[in-house]
Each structure stands twice: as structure tokens, then as C-alpha cells.
């Protein structure tokens, strides 16, 4: 993965961020710093409703931190921009557009390059994404699987400085999701974007990461942080070698940890959550 | 005739026999025959119905009908309701998208509604006298009146209940604020507008009756009324089944509109 212009650098500053319910404020992120190094893949791992989504939001600029920055390539967030682009949890394609143009809003929205290059871009995305037959499909027609790759398609045509994937295969099931996985990483080695993909699956995570950061739980903090060299271009069948399943160990261990800890803090039956990801 | 042609129709009758000619169908007209039967039980053997006419009576009626004056009425009181809508909808919709869309619109507008939204639209006529000289005017105007609320909540409610994901990921694609409107919040909201759009039809039809049967200026309510006071009531359930089915025919036709406008939702 090579990186032209080194652009897309995400950093992330001792950000603090509270949500106010009615009653309580809960705090979901406490001082949390983090680098997204530009032209990589970098993958957020946590226990699910840490704040990963969070931390996307913020990115994107849907949302504002409390207390400190988030900085891309030097500048700070300040809203929504074109250049971060997200793909979220289950399908945001709009259901009144076919696959094509669901596709083809951004470039047309835009207008960075000119309707024959958008036309041209989109039906070969859609062809890589194994979804050339059903161009002419609304979202609604499509499988849970299909509708996904419309949305990679949909984000990728605009080459975006920084991808932000919020656990976008999730619910998919295992047989859709290793081949949306596949389809994902032949997609990623091609782009020059950075790319930051939030996941709760081990497997997912080191599959696809160059870095992985491990967050803690709520209020979501950096646990650790760790290069995955796998070689590359990788394949699912990676997930058999043995470096794998040494990356594997070293982050079920630090996982384990973490949630041990935040059995022992809620106050839970800690002992039966220890036994239980023992064996 | 080929053979295969001899095969596609018997298909075709097969498809007949299977789709048409089944229980679902037999039961279907038993509702209405069950309904009739009643209707006639209930005017023959009782002493509380006995001045209404059967079915049979209305249905003689039909033959006496002055067919070309029957369509002078339907089309007058059909302009009114169609008058009433279409301002309603140019003057409802845009309202509608402004206070579902911008909070300071919200503020500033829907208070307003929803005091005077709670007032039955039929309770305005007497002071629509005092709008309007013109009676023509005061009609359209009660009309208008019905089909706006409709039109105005449910446009407000299509909107703001638009799912969050669909106007984010269109930020992220880098739509501009009118792009936003006009390609992503319209098109996501359109299928509650279109059943406010229903709504309002129908209740533009009951307004345009009862201010008809007040301001005897022509129309289907004033045919049901003036058959009233000559006392020809097989005339006046006539008039009736004639307002419902035009009633009907308009939200069927609202229907349609919606099918073509929203393709991706009749897809099955």
C-alpha cells in the first residue's frame, strides 16, 4: 500500500467526550490518544459499546469533542467533509436510488471528475465487487451481502483521504462476511486511502489490519497498540499460519485482561467470565 | 389455431381458475352479499328502519338517474376538492418541509398549528363567510382547510423521522445543503407525504359535502341535500354510494401517482 501524497494522517488528542442521557453523563472516551497513520490500515478492536462508534463519529465530524483535538493531516475536525468518508453499521445506501446510482451520488454530488470518469469508475467498482448484474437493482432487492458490497463501492468511487468503517460487516453471516473480507482486502491493497476500520472480531481485526489498536472499556481508552505483519497481498487462508495464531494469543491475552477488568469493576460474577474465556 | 397457441390458453385459464375463481373470491362476495342481506333484514322486518329504502329500491333509482346531470355535480364538487388540494399541497408541502427540516422554522411556525390544528375543519364554515364573499371561494377554501393539516404533519413527521445514517453519509459524499433537500430528505420522507396526501384527499371530500349541503351552490352534497328535501331517498343513498366511490377513485388515483413516483417501493 503506497501512499502518493502521505495525506490522511488522523490524530487523536487526548480527546475526552461525555454523553448526556436524561439523568447521568456518562463519560466515553477519557483522554484518549491515538495515531492513524496515513495509507495504512489500522483497525480499532474493543468490546462492543466502548465507543467505537464514537470515535468514528468524531472523525467524520458528526460529532465534537469534549476536551481535546482531532486533528487530520495537522487540521483540526470541524464538520462532516467529503474527504472522510463512512461506511456504517448495517446499510445506509438510499433505498430510492438503484445500486448504479446509489453509486453514482457522490461523484455527481461532487463533481470531482466528469459523468463519463463516474460512469466509467462505478460500473468497474461494481464489477470488482461482484455486482455488475445488478447495477439496476434497488437496495431493497439485494442480500444483506450484496447491499454491503454496494456500499464499499458507493464509499470507494470517491477516493477518500481516510475511510472510516464502522463495523461494516456486522450481521453478516460467517460465510458472507469471509467473502465481503476478501473482497474488502483485494479492494484496500488497490487504494490509496487510510483506512480505519472498527471491528469486536479478533479474527476480522488482525486479518486486515496493519496496526491494531486495542481500546479498553467504557470510558474508552488505548489499551495497547500492535503491528500485525502479516505479509500482503493476504488471504483468508493466512488465518492457518502460524504468526496468525501468535498475534492471535497476544491479543486474547490483553482482550482477557481488559475484560476481567471490567467484570471486576461492574461487580459481576468475575469468576465465571474468567473460566469461561479460559477455555 | 396452433397448438401451442391451444396450450397458452388453457394456461391462461388455468391462471383464471387459480387466481379468480377461488375461496378467497367466494368469500369476498359473500361480505357484500351478507352486508345487502342485512341492509334488507334490517329495512323489511324492523320497525326502526322500515321509511329507509332496500337495495333493491336504490338500485331501480339507478335507472331514473339524469346521467348528464349527475355529471355536471360530480364534476363541480371534484373541482372543489381538486382546488382545495392542490393549494393545500403548494402552501402544506413547502410548510411542512420547513418545519420538519430547521429547528428555527419549528419554533417559529408549528406552535401555531398545533393550536389551531385541533379545531374540527367543519367548525370553520360559519366564519368563512366573513374570508370570503364569493361562495365558490368559501367551498375551496374549506377544503383547502381539510386537506392542509394532513399534508403539513405528515410531510413535518416524514421528515424528521428520516433515518440519521441516509443525510450523514450524504454529508460524508459532499452533497450541498440544497442537493441535501432536495436528493436525499424529499425522496426519504416521500412515502409518508404521500400518505398524508391520501389523508387530505379523503377528508377534502368530507368537507366538500357538508359545506356543499350548506351553501346550495351545486354539487354532490347539495344533490344528496335537495333529494333529502324532496324526500327521493333511494336518490340520496345514490348521491351517497356516488360521493364514496369518487372518494375512493381519488385516493386510488393518489395511489398510482405514489407507485410511479416511488418505484423502488413496488418492487415485489
Redesign the interface.
Known amino acids: 500500500m503506497v501512499n502518493p501524497n502521505n495525506k490522511g494522517e488522523v490524530i487523536f488528542e487526548d480527546v475526552t467526550r461525555a454523553v448526556q442521557t436524561k439523568k447521568t453523563e456518562t463519560i466515553v472516551m477519557d483522554h484518549c490518544s491515538f495515531v492513524v497513520e496515513s495509507g495504512k490500515m489500522t483497525v480499532l478492536i474493543g468490546p462492543s459499546g466502548c465507543g467505537k462508534t464514537t470515535i468514528i463519529n468524531l472523525i467524520a465530524g458528526y460529532e465534537k469533542p469534549d476536551r481535546g483535538k482531532v486533528l487530520v493531516d495537522g487540521v483540526p475536525v470541524t464538520g462532516p467533509d467529503w474527504e472522510r468518508l463512512v461506511v456504517f453499521q448495517e446499510t445506509a445506501l438510499f433505498p430510492w436510488l438503484t445500486c448504479y446510482d446509489n453509486v453514482m451520488f457522490g461523484p455527481l454530488a461532487t463533481k470531482v471528475m466528469s459523468r463519463e470518469e463516474a460512469d466509467e469508475q462505478a460500473v468497474m467498482l461494481l464489477e470488482k465487487v461482484g455486482l455488475q448484474d445488478f447495477m439496476d437493482k434497488y437496495p431493497m432487492q439485494l442480500s444483506g451481502g450484496m447491499q454491503r458490497r454496494a456500499e464499499l463501492a458507493r464509499a470507494l468511487i470517491n477516493r477518500p483521504t481516510v475511510m472510516l468503517m464502522d463495523e461494516p460487516f456486522r450481521g453478516l453471516d460467517a460465510m458472507t462476511r469471509e467473502l465481503m473480507q476478501e473482497y474488502y482486502l483485494r479492494l484496500v491493497e488497490e487504494s490509496h486511502s487510510t483506512h480505519l476500520f472498527v471491528t469486536s472480531e479478533i479474527e476480522e481485526a488482525i486479518l486486515l489490519a496493519d496496526k491494531l489498536i486495542i481500546l479498553t472499556d467504557k470510558p474508552s481508552r488505548v489499551k495497547h497498540a500492535l503491528d500485525i505483519d502479516l505479509p500482503r497481498p493476504r488471504e483468508a487462508s493466512i488465518l492457518m499460519s502460524k504468526r496468525y495464531l501468535e498475534l492471535k494469543a497476544t491479543v486474547l491475552e490483553i482482550l482477557h485482561e481488559e475484560a476481567v477488568k471490567a467484570s471486576k469493576a461492574s461487580g459481576k460474577a468475575d469468576i465465571d467470565i474468567e473460566s469461561g474465556l479460559r477455555t | 389455431m396452433s397448438v401451442s397457441d391451444l396450450k397458452a390458453t388453457s394456461l391462461f385459464w388455468k391462471q383464471v381458475r387459480k387466481n379468480v375463481i377461488n375461496w378467497t373470491t367466494v368469500r369476498r362476495i359473500m361480505s357484500v352479499v351478507l352486508f345487502l342481506l342485512a341492509w334488507t333484514i334490517l329495512v323489511q322486518f324492523t320497525g326502526q328502519f322500515h321509511q329507509i329504502p332496500t337495495p333493491k329500491a336504490v338500485f331501480a333509482a339507478l335507472f331514473q338517474l339524469d346521467l348528464g346531470g349527475i355529471f355536471i355535480e360530480i364534476f363541480r364538487s371534484l373541482l372543489r376538492v381538486l382546488g382545495g388540494f392542490f393549494i393545500g399541497l403548494i402552501i402544506g408541502l413547502p410548510l411542512g418541509v420547513a418545519i420538519g427540516y430547521s429547528r428555527i422554522a419549528n419554533y417559529l411556525i408549528f406552535p401555531a398549528v398545533e393550536m389551531v390544528r385541533p379545531i374540527p375543519p367543519i367548525a370553520w364554515i360559519p366564519l368563512t363567510v366573513l374570508f370570503f364573499i364569493e361562495i365558490e371561494s368559501q367551498i375551496v377554501f374549506l377544503t383547502f382547510y381539510g386537506a392542509f393539516f394532513p399534508i403539513v404533519y405528515n410531510t413535518m413527521g416524514g421528515i424528521s423521522e428520516v ?1 440519521i ?2 443525510p ?9 445543503k440544497l ?1 441535501m433537500l432536495w ?2 430528505i424529499l ?2 420522507a ?1 412515502p409518508q407525504i404521500f400518505t398524508g396526501m391520501k389523508v387530505a384527499i379523503g377528508i377534502t371530500w368530507l368537507m366538500v359535502v357538508a359545506a356543499e349541503m350548506i351553501a346550495s351552490k351545486g354539487g354532490l352534497g347539495y344533490w344528496v341535500w335537495y333529494h333529502h328535501t324532496v324526500m327521493e331517498y333511494p336518490m340520496v343513498i345514490l348521491g351517497m354510494g356516488i360521493i364514496g366511490l369518487c372518494g375512493a377513485l381519488c385516493s386510488v388515483c393518489i395511489d398510482v401517482i405514489g407507485k410511479r413516483f ?3 417501493r413496488n ?1 415485489f
Not at chain 2, 450523514?168 to 450541498?176: D, E, I, N
Open positions: 433515518d445514517r441516509l450523514r453519509a450524504a454529508m460524508s459524499f459532499g452533497v450541498s442537493g436528493k436525499v425522496p426519504a416521500m416511488m418505484k423502488w418492487i
